[in-house]
Nanobody, 116 residues
Framework: QVQLIESGGGLVQPGGSLRLSCAIS????????MGWYRQAPGKQRELVAA???????KYPSATKGRFTISRDSARNTLYLQMDNLKTEDAAVYYC??????????WGQGTQVTVSS
């Protein structure tokens, strides 16, 4: 069974930075694309960054140029560096394989709050 443990969230001012981490157990990390997702209150979960097994990353327009996803295969850990944070980035952030669906197993997520 896959376990996903997200950490690194917190309160940050607009323009600030945070680095999220995701410890991944199980067999999905090596052969799978991985992604970071977020869900704000009243909204659907959305993809914010994805990375292929070979390290090719991609981002939606909302996060491109501000977020950077990376993976450490030796540690089975996924990272998300978030810079120039905006109030609209506030959400619970999750990691999972990419693509993932609501029927997949999800972790608890980590809360990111962007406020002055």
């Amino acid at each position: 069974q896959v376990q996903l443990i997200e950490s690194g969230g917190g309160l940050v001012q607009p323009g600030g930075s945070l680095r999220l981490s995701c410890a991944i157990s199980g067999s999905i990390f090596g052969p799978s694309g991985m992604g970071w997702y977020r869900q704000a209150p009243g909204k659907q979960r959305e993809l914010v960054a994805a990375i292929s097994p070979t390290g090719i990353d991609k981002y939606p327009s909302a996060t491109k140029g501000r977020f950077t996803i990376s993976r450490d295969s030796a540690r089975n850990t996924l990272y998300l560096q978030m810079d120039n944070l905006k109030t609209e980035d506030a959400a619970v952030y999750y990691c999972n394989k990419f693509p993932a669906s609501d029927t997949d197993s999800w972790g608890q997520g980590t809360q990111v709050t962007v406020s002055s």
